[in-house]
């Protein structure tokens, strides 16, 4: 009963002001009610906090190392483990209902969507003339540290969802946004090859937590535009032969 007027009391706490009104340690008891029924959520979260020593080290810390602490279940280690995609998720979905018309909006757009992951991801934000997002194009890959960079599918999805605009990124796990050799190839490649269709890369970034750095501003990534003797227009609603053939010809040339 004890513990039970405990829990009411906290819900109380935040119905009035919030999770911001409450100290760490009593965030942690909330957000384990659900996953330990029966025991003092209190005594968790503190060895949690001192485990981990913080609330940011607690939520990024793996279910395993989570599961450890004593008292912990794996549905609760499962779900803290989970709570900084979750909080990523929805800044990005509440990101994606705005105009991404800067350089601003879609580097915060990209850092909340991948800048967390765990593996490299390369996404294609297909906009409209408005800088609506039409489409985000995700292209994954089961390698660590490389991302398979397909010039030829990012344009045929591209090219799908009807976009007069691109912009890409990927990111670095490592939290390292210099951009390597292979993204500076990558991204003059895929410029002139959207460029051919008619469609612009507004920018193409390497992506972290906290930072997103533009790969067309480096020097080493700018190239001259292709020579626009043959313009392509693909019409991708279906999957012919002859489209692609001119898909194939067209990244080839670059």
């Given at each position: 009963?004890e513990?039970?007027?405990h829990r009411?009391?906290?819900?109380?706490?935040?119905?009035?002001?919030g999770?911001?009104?409450?100290?760490e340690?009593?965030v942690?008891e909330?957000?384990?009610?659900?996953?330990?029924?029966?025991?003092?959520?209190?005594?968790?979260?503190?060895?949690?906090?001192?485990?981990?020593g913080?609330?940011?080290?607690?939520?990024?810390?793996?279910?395993?190392?989570l599961?450890?602490?004593?008292?912990m279940?794996?549905?609760?280690?499962?779900?803290?483990?989970?709570?900084?995609?979750?909080?990523s998720?929805?800044?990005?979905d509440k990101?994606?209902?705005?105009?991404?018309?800067?350089?601003?909006a879609?580097?915060d757009?990209?850092?909340?969507?991948?800048?967390?992951e765990?593996?490299?991801?390369?996404v294609a934000?297909c906009?409209d003339?408005?800088g609506n997002l039409?489409?985000?194009?995700?292209?994954?890959?089961?390698q660590?540290?490389?991302?398979?960079?397909?010039a030829?599918?990012?344009?045929?999805?591209?090219?799908?969802?009807?976009?007069?605009?691109?912009?890409?990124?990927?990111?670095?796990?490592?939290?390292d946004?210099?951009?390597?050799?292979?993204?500076?190839?990558f991204?003059?490649?895929?410029?002139?090859?959207?460029?051919?269709?008619?469609?612009?890369?507004?920018?193409?970034?390497?992506?972290?937590?906290?930072s997103?750095?533009?790969?067309?501003?480096?020097?080493?990534?700018?190239?001259?535009?292709?020579?626009?003797?043959?313009r392509?227009?693909?019409?991708?609603?279906?999957?012919?032969?002859a489209?692609?053939?001119e898909?194939?010809w067209l990244?080839?040339?670059f």
């Open positions: 009963m513990h039970d007027g009411d009391r906290l819900r109380l706490k935040i119905e009035q002001g999770l911001k009104s409450l100290a340690h009593e942690l909330y957000f384990l009610f659900a996953f330990v029924p029966r025991r003092n959520t209190n005594d968790i979260a503190h060895r949690l906090l001192k485990t981990f913080n609330l940011a080290g607690v939520c990024d810390a793996d279910v395993k190392e599961s450890q602490v004593a008292g279940t794996y549905n609760a280690a499962l779900f803290l483990s989970q709570l900084p995609s979750f909080a998720m929805y800044k990005a990101a994606r209902r705005t105009r991404l018309t800067s350089p601003v879609w580097r757009y990209l850092c909340e969507l991948i800048g967390r765990p593996t490299e991801q390369l934000l906009l003339v408005k039409l489409k985000t194009v995700w292209l994954t890959t089961d660590e540290s490389t991302v398979a960079l397909d030829r599918r990012v344009v045929k999805e591209v090219l799908v969802s009807h976009a007069v605009n691109v912009v890409v990124g990927h990111n670095h796990p490592s939290q946004d210099r951009p390597s050799a292979d993204d500076l190839h991204c003059g490649q895929l410029k002139s090859a959207l460029s051919t269709v008619g469609i612009v890369l507004l920018d193409c970034l390497v992506v972290t937590q906290q997103a750095r533009s790969i067309l501003s480096a020097s080493s990534a700018r190239r001259p535009d292709p020579p626009a003797e043959r392509v227009s693909v019409d991708m609603g279906e999957d012919t032969a489209e692609e053939e898909l194939d990244i080839k040339r």
